[in-house]
């Protein structure tokens, strides 16, 4: 049976830090957009405000969806232990690299800020629990570390700039429904 409550609770946070893949959807007017995401790129800063890292890549739909004031939701889901399903409902902020919180969250990660896109705050609003009695059993191995050793080497060559703004520009707000 599923539970919808408001905010996170400490269950559900362990819960979180638990996984190893989670799902990013976001939607601002037409499409959705579902996204896998993986390596250690979630915090929880309390009980309703996450913070997600995003590395560079070929487009950047959360942050078309985001600046267009869209709807995101993240989905976690148990692939050992005991089935379950959360989903936690939010709206984003988008913390760019000249936001003077931009190097204290690259620090909570440890991460190299140069090769971090950007950040997100994920506001939750709703917190819904579900069985997961469905989702399969699988065994986690390891995390594919050449998506982040390609960005650092490009950020190494001076590229990762160049490679941002050409995979990515900001929606036109005027043509989002």
Do not use: H
């Not at 559900?12 to 190893?20: C, T």
């Amino acid at each position: 049976m599923a539970k919808q409550y408001k905010v996170l609770k400490p269950q559900d946070i362990d819960f979180i830090k638990e996984q190893k893949l989670f799902y990013l959807a976001s939607c601002s007017g037409s499409e959705v957009n579902l996204s896998p995401k993986g390596y250690d790129s979630i915090r929880i800063l309390d009980e309703s405000t996450l913070l997600f890292m995003q590395y560079p890549g070929s487009g950047n739909r959360t942050y078309r969806d985001t600046q267009a004031g869209g709807e995101i939701t993240l989905v976690f889901n148990a692939f050992v232990g005991k089935p379950q399903i959360l989903r936690l409902f939010c709206k984003a902020e988008i913390v760019e690299k000249d936001d003077p919180a931009f190097d204290e969250y690259a620090n909570i990660f440890g991460e190299i800020k140069n090769i971090v896109r950007n950040f997100f705050l994920f506001k939750i609003y709703a917190v819904e629990t579900t069985c997961g009695e469905v989702v399969p059993i699988m065994e986690y191995k390891e995390d594919r570390e050449e998506y982040r050793e390609w960005a650092i080497k490009l950020d190494k060559k001076g590229k990762l700039d160049e490679y941002n703004a050409k995979t990515f520009t900001p929606v036109d707000l005027s043509k989002v429904k």
